[in-house]
């Protein structure tokens, strides 16, 4: 029998590259807006089993990026964002990033049913299936709302949080669904706004690219519009209380602000041909008139953090007190 | 087949990396074994005592 395998076929993949796979900066925001639904929704679960339940669900968000590294690995390679990425850069193979976010996600999932309940481990794999297969294989590619319903993957973490700790999904838990899903577009649309060409060159109907800049700008302004009031509703409903209100209303006022800004600026519109030659932009390279857009981008990362920091800062001080 | 020493010290990495997670998974699957068992006992002995106390009260 002759082996054909040539040491070029073995991989130099490092234990980074899959740690890499995981996506650990969204896995981060994962990681806190789920220990914030899960502490907020005060219930009877020890902190040894809280620790394992955001560990696995911090593991299955990454997993779910791994398959959609896997996924995407094509894809990834053609933009300036992503092509540094394991599968785009070609240091993990396609089929182990695969293997790698199957497992990981059998193993978060049935752990956190274990450990917790099965609503929990179950919308754990809502998660992860609605993110790798629902988003990545069907919507991106096929409409510029795929940021819009594909929101909803981001959003649930802090449900599983709730689930964990009660054993049920209250419509407070819904409500900081709802604040992640209503936050996507805008967040994603200001990235978008400035790097559009890549999503074109891409293939994606990212918003600019389907749409046009004045279009998408529109649009932040009136998803905005509609997201502050709900960012602010927690607070207004006993969620939340005094703190949570004004980091809400302060900020949401600034979130406004930058949106409006956005929307009577000229960011994401195609440069002057004189302008744009010989012009090789860096990633972060906005032009001038692309500001607004990177401005409301920054904001919207720093609100979304205050407005659950504000809410965790609060239920813990609550909880210290008792 | 020969690996190059690079593919060989990488290999070795992801295998140390591969026995950690290991060993991680099984101690957490231990320990959520136990906080269950430790979770049912507490609830017996607490529906044996509400028993006692309906006794004794009737």
Redesign the interface.
């Known amino acids: 029998m002759n082996r054909t395998a040539s040491p070029t076929s073995i991989s130099t993949a490092q234990p980074e590259d899959f740690f890499q796979l995981l996506k650990p900066r969204v896995m981060s925001l994962v990681i806190f807006t789920a220990v914030t639904g899960l502490v907020v929704a005060d219930g009877e679960i020890g902190w040894l089993t809280a620790a394992i339940a955001i560990l696995c669900i911090a593991v299955g968000a990454g997993a779910a990026g791994a398959l959609n590294m896997a996924l995407e690995g094509e894809t990834d390679a053609l933009m300036r964002r992503t092509r540094g990425r394991p599968v785009a850069a070609g240091r993990v193979g396609k089929n182990d990033a695969m293997s790698f976010g199957v497992i990981l996600s059998v193993f978060s999932v049935m752990l956190l049913g274990m450990a917790t309940n099965w609503l929990a481990g179950g919308l754990l794999a809502l998660t992860i299936a609605y993110y790798a297969g629902f988003y990545t294989l069907l919507l991106k590619r096929r409409t510029p709302q795929n940021i819009v319903i594909g929101g909803a993957a981001g959003a649930f973490p802090p449900v599983i949080g709730w689930a964990a700790a009660t054993g049920a999904a209250s419509w407070q838990a819904w409500l900081l669904f709802l604040i992640i899903f209503l936050w996507t577009p805008p967040h994603s649309w200001a990235l978008a706004l400035y790097s559009a060409g890549d999503y074109a060159k891409a293939g994606i109907p990212m918003m600019p690219v389907a749409r046009g800049a004045k279009s998408t700008r529109l649009q932040i302004l009136l998803y905005s519009l509609v997201f502050v009031p709900v960012a602010v509703a927690p607070g207004l409903t006993g969620l939340g209380g005094a703190i949570y209100l004004a980091v809400s209303i302060a900020g949401g006022a600034g979130f406004l602000f930058l949106a409006f800004r956005l929307w009577r600026s000229r960011a994401g519109d195609q440069p002057d041909k004189a302008e744009a030659v010989g012009r090789e932009a860096a990633l972060y390279d906005v032009r001038a008139e692309a500001k607004p857009a990177r401005n409301l981008f920054a904001f919207s990362i720093l609100y979304l953090m205050a407005l659950f920091a504000a809410l965790l800062v609060e239920s813990m001080t609550s909880m210290m007190r008792l | 087949?020969?690996?190059?020493p690079?593919?060989l010290s990488?290999?070795k990495?992801?295998n140390?990396?591969l026995a950690g997670a290991l060993i991680v998974?099984i101690v957490?699957?231990f320990?959520?074994?136990v906080?269950?068992m430790k979770g049912n006992l507490d609830d017996r002995k607490e529906a044996a005592t509400a028993g006692q106390i309906a006794g004794a009260a009737s």
């Open positions: 087949m020969r690996l190059t690079e593919q990488a290999r990495k992801r140390l990396a998974f957490l699957v320990t959520t074994t906080l269950k």
